[in-house]
Structures are given as structure tokens and as C-alpha cells.
């Protein structure tokens, strides 16, 4: 079974510094990767995701993520924290084995608080 | 383009009473995807409905939860006889083909007194 693990379920930074959110994933083929962020009272909006082209993945809002298969992770980085990015953000990985790749599996997720 | 629509946003339930949960999917979206997220645990894959059609339901729990997706209207969760450990969050998504990316709507909070 596949799974996705968020190192660290709460992260803190502040304005202007680098962030960035860990994400590392088992997956027996090559997968589909995505993170989503989730603002309060909102539902999941996506902010990047990788399907085997480029390894390196731009995203909205500044955010881009890197692919490392030997390392089997998937973090996402922004240079520059911003207030607005404070919000809880979710690791997802979908495996294309079977035709199956419409169902997402998810990490338990890390809350980016960014101080003033 | 509205997005993913939920209602209720929040649900209260006795034990033992139903739950309907609907979903209206983002316009020319066919298929829909409902997700429950526990507390403290990651999104969970339930069901995954084309119209008129279950096409992959290997994550609902086998006995008092069933889905729809009518010709009309919106997709329906529904949960018979809640009990507590029902109490989640339960996510919506929709998306054209199955191998786009899917567009998650609010949720709706479910809590089980």
C-alpha cells in the first residue's frame, strides 16, 4: 500500500524566510505527486504537481517542489515566506499502477504558521 | 467558474441517525471522489462515482455508508445509524477525465453527539 509521510505536523517561520515542507512517499512505480494547501474554512486547492516530466516543479504563489526518486521525497520550498501562506498543507501521492491513479493518498499534513 | 460546492458545511447528528452529505461538482466535471479525513490523520479515499455509476468504492466501509451520483443533481454521501467515530470531515472532489487533477470543495464537518 502506498503511503505519505509529512515530517513535522507543525512548522513556524518567520516573514521572509525560507520555507520549506517535508514530504517523503512509498510508492512501488514511478507516481504522480501533488501538494495541496488548505486555508481555514476552505477546501483543498492545488498548488503543484509533478507527472513524470520536469523534476523540478513550479507552482502558484511562489511555492515549487523537487522530485528525488532516490530519495523517494517531494518537498516543497518558497524562498520567501509571506503572511498569506500561512495555512495547512498537504503531501499527496497517486499511484498510476492498475489505473488506478485517480485515487490520492495523503500526509497527515503540516500547519505553516509564519510570524510577523 | 463556481467550484466544488458541499452542503452542509457543518453537520450535527445523534447517534443512530442518518447523515446526507451533498456534493454538486464543478461545471462539465463527470466524476467525483469523496474523502474522509479523521482527526489528526490524512485525507482517506472512500468512492470514486461517474455519473449514474460506482466505479471504485474499495475504501467505504462495508456496512452503513453508500454514495450516489444521479443523472441529476448532486452526488450524495450518505451514513445510516451514525456512531461516534463517524465524527470527520468528508471531502469532495471532482474532476473531467480520472487522470486530471482533482478540485477538492470545503467539506463538511460531521460531528456525532
Known amino acids: 500500500a502506498q503511503s505519505v509521510t509529512q515530517l513535522g505536523s507543525h512548522v513556524s517561520v518567520s516573514e521572509g524566510a525560507l520555507v520549506l515542507l517535508r514530504c517523503n512517499y512509498s510508492?512501488?512505480?514511478?507516481?504522480?505527486l501533488f501538494w495541496y494547501v488548505q486555508y481555514p474554512n476552505q477546501g483543498l486547492q492545488l498548488l503543484l504537481k509533478?507527472?513524470?516530466?520536469?523534476?523540478l516543479v513550479k507552482g502558484i504563489n511562489g511555492f515549487e517542489a523537487e522530485f528525488k526518486k532516490s530519495e523517494t521525497s517531494f518537498h516543497l520550498t518558497k524562498p520567501s515566506a509571506h503572511m498569506s501562506d500561512a495555512a495547512e498543507y498537504f503531501c499527496?501521492?497517486?499511484?498510476?499502477?492498475?489505473?488506478?491513479?485517480?485515487?490520492?493518498?495523503f500526509g497527515k499534513g503540516t500547519l505553516l504558521t509564519v510570524n510577523p | 467558474n463556481a467550484g466544488v460546492m458541499q452542503n452542509p458545511r457543518h453537520l450535527v447528528r445523534r447517534r443512530g441517525q442518518e447523515a446526507r452529505l451533498r456534493c454538486s461538482p464543478m461545471?462539465?466535471?463527470?466524476?467525483v471522489y469523496w474523502y474522509r479525513q479523521l482527526p489528526e490523520e490524512g485525507l482517506k479515499f472512500m468512492v470514486y462515482?461517474?455519473?449514474?455509476?460506482?466505479?471504485?468504492e474499495s475504501g467505504m466501509p462495508k456496512e452503513r455508508f453508500s454514495a450516489e451520483f444521479p443523472k441529476e443533481g448532486p452526488s450524495i454521501l450518505r451514513i445510516q445509524q451514525v456512531v461516534r467515530g463517524d465524527s470527520a470531515a468528508y471531502f469532495c472532489?471532482?474532476?473531467?477525465?480520472?487522470?486530471?487533477?482533482?478540485?477538492f470543495g470545503p467539506g463538511t464537518r460531521l460531528t456525532v453527539l
Open positions: 472532489a471532482s474532476s473531467p477525465p480520472p487522470t486530471d487533477t482533482q478540485y
Open positions: 510508492s512501488s512505480v514511478p507516481p504522480y
Open positions: 509533478y507527472t513524470s516530466a520536469a523534476t
Open positions: 499527496a501521492v497517486s499511484d498510476d499502477s492498475g489505473g488506478s491513479n485517480y485515487k490520492l493518498t
Open positions: 461545471k462539465g466535471h463527470s466524476h
Open positions: 462515482l461517474q455519473k449514474e455509476n460506482i466505479i471504485d
